[in-house]
């Protein structure tokens, strides 16, 4: 079974700090380029840190830049998404995306940046 599940999102306060993670199975993720996105309410959703397979080359998209890192654990077939000083611009599903095709999506995790 191909399978993406999130985890790590939450409620958090501006200036604060959450990591997401996106386990994988039914396929190695260290094989694939990996990706982040996230939808806010009435919003498209945007790409927000991609990660290649061979290289580890991050690109991120420039609203999260200097503040939000993409990794990957490949002995824990695992991405990440380490967010540092939210803002309650950032509330969104967070979702992540990759492997096999077609690429699959994970089921989202919630992340509320809010006093």
């Known amino acids: 079974q191909v399978q993406l599940v999130e985890s790590g999102g939450g409620l958090v306060q501006p200036g604060g700090s959450l990591r997401l993670s996106c386990a994988a199975s039914?396929?190695?993720?260290?094989?694939?380029?990996m990706s982040w996105y996230r939808q806010a309410p009435g919003k498209e959703r945007e790409l927000v840190a991609g990660i290649l397979s061979a290289s580890g080359s991050t690109n991120y998209a420039d609203s999260v830049k200097g503040r939000f890192t993409i990794s990957r654990d490949n002995a824990k077939n695992t991405v990440y998404l380490q967010m540092n000083s939210l803002k309650a611009e950032d509330t969104a599903v967070y979702y992540c995306?990759?492997?096999?095709?077609?690429?699959?999506w994970g089921q989202g995790t919630q992340v509320t940046v809010s006093s």
């Open positions: 995306r990759g492997g096999t095709s077609p690429p699959r």
């Open positions: 039914g396929f190695t993720l260290r094989n694939y380029a």
